[in-house]
């Protein structure tokens, strides 16, 4: 490697190694709670029983499964977890203020639409930037992702409406250049993949606190409050991904049949559940995505549902009834993998690092195994009995697939080629 390459390796290390939110020390407690980060002290524990409806009966069809025990798990997870979302408002609107512009050399054209959550345009809209394959046929599949970053600091195109970030005294201001990686559109348009980008503060601020100032506070009842199952912010980012699918099923360029979502860490929480609510969605990956998201509560490794719903840290993302199981684990009548089985029949990728403790990787891994049963109900495969895989091995992406990279908590370069070669596989050739 000559020492100009050496030298763009260390300082693209160095944006990824920043990327996300921090990666978290090994610390001993977090919030006051003690973390395990060892194998040995992490616990036994029963999950519960996908199959087994809350009366008792088992589910034994597909059929079965989509129409009794489905619905009661999407039910626990709106209740206790996720919280009650409202539907489509009647005010949405889309303005599509740039109709097709050819863009990376002719490769992709863009397009942007602002979607308007409510009647009043001046607040509560979000901005969808899309590109789709020049030379592939129409309507093109897509990936969509849901970023920590506005739009016009996701990508390197300089014809993207400049857009606003949020400050944490609830103010919007303009975006300014931050650490984050750009997304690698052109690796998904050389290969015949649309792509489109949301900025997940256009939905709903992602701080406590940040309530009164999302698309959370135009559905506040009488009380001005919300309620113990009131949707968290997740569930807001979730909502707005569902507006996204909306747009793309009215545009004659896209096939809303062929839509993947994907996003990392908190965002990897918001696609799980956005797939889990919005059978619209023909494929999920969900990248490092942890507690809240594909990893067992039960097991007593990195994060706990008790750090995670600490209200001084991100209980504004979840139901306030989530909290309450801090102490009770075992009580929930759910667990991680019943949040990924809601996403069966479809593919499902989730994607994580080995040395991502905090997230707890392996306990992905065991969700995916325990999920499996339902995805087998409709003839599809998971990690079967195929061990904790070492990172880098890609033997395990099947249509519940499991991959983790070696490195921490991030989406790296090399993940986006194993997407490319999941969405091929499941979206495409299918
Ligand atoms: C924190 C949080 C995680 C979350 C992550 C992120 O580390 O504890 O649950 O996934 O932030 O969103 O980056």
Redesign the pocket.
């Given at each position: 490697m000559n020492s100009k390459r050496f030298y763009l390796t260390i300082a693209t290390l160095l944006v990824y190694s920043l990327g996300?939110?921090q990666q978290?020390k090994l610390a001993d407690t977090v919030a006051g709670i003690p973390v395990n980060y060892k194998e040995d002290k992490a616990g036994t524990y029963t999950l519960p029983d996908p199959l087994t409806l809350n009366n008792g009966k088992k589910v034994t069809s597909a059929d079965g499964w989509m129409k009794k025990r489905r619905p009661e798990i999407l039910n626990m997870y709106q209740e206790i977890q996720f919280g009650k979302a409202p539907g489509k408002p009647d005010a949405m609107a889309f303005n599509v203020f740039d109709k097709g512009t050819p863009v990376f050399n002719g490769t992709a054209i863009r397009k942007q639409v602002t979607v308007y959550f409510t009647k009043d345009t001046s607040d509560h809209k979000m901005d969808l930037l899309i590109y789709l394959p020049a030379n592939a046929p129409k309507p093109a599949p897509l990936l969509l992702n849901i970023s920590f970053v506005p739009n016009c600091l996701s990508v390197g195109d300089s014809g993207v409406k400049k857009g606003f970030m949020w400050t944490k005294e609830g103010k919007k201001v303009s975006a300014t250049q931050t650490a984050f990686r750009k997304f690698e559109v052109e690796k998904f348009i050389t290969n015949g993949i649309g792509v489109a980008l949301v900025y997940y503060g256009d939905i709903e601020p992602d701080f406590a606190g940040g309530l009164p100032y999302g698309i959370r506070s135009q559905y506040l009842g009488a009380s001005g409050k919300p309620a113990p199952e009131d949707w968290g912010a997740i569930a807001a980012w979730a909502w707005g991904l569902s507006r996204a699918m909306d747009y793309f099923e009215t545009d004659k360029d896209i096939n809303a049949k062929k839509i993947a979502v994907t996003g990392?860490?908190?965002?990897?929480?918001t696609v799980l559940w956005t797939g889990a609510q919005d059978q619209r969605f023909a494929m999920v990956i969900a990248s490092?995505?942890?507690?809240?998201?594909a990893a067992l509560s039960r097991r007593n490794f990195g994060?706990t549902i008790g750090?995670?719903t600490d209200p001084a840290?991100?209980l504004y993302q979840f139901a306030a009834n989530y909290h309450d199981y801090s102490n009770r684990v075992d009580q929930l009548p759910m667990d991680a993998h019943m949040l990924v089985s809601l996403i069966a029949p479809r593919p499902l990728l989730l994607q994580t690092g080995n040395t991502d403790f905090?997230?707890d990787p392996r306990g992905e891994y065991l969700s995916a195994r325990a999920a499996e049963p339902v995805y087998k109900l409709f003839g599809k495969t998971g990690p079967g009995d195929h061990d904790f895989p070492a990172p880098g091995d890609t033997s395990l992406l099947n249509p519940l697939g499991y991959y983790m990279h070696e490195g921490g908590?991030a989406v790296l370069p090399t993940d986006l080629d194993v997407f490319v070669t999941f969405i091929k596989k499941y979206l495409i050739a299918n």
């Open positions: 996300f939110s978290q990392a860490s908190r965002l990897g929480k490092i995505s942890g507690e809240g998201g994060e750090h995670i840290r991100y905090w997230s908590h």
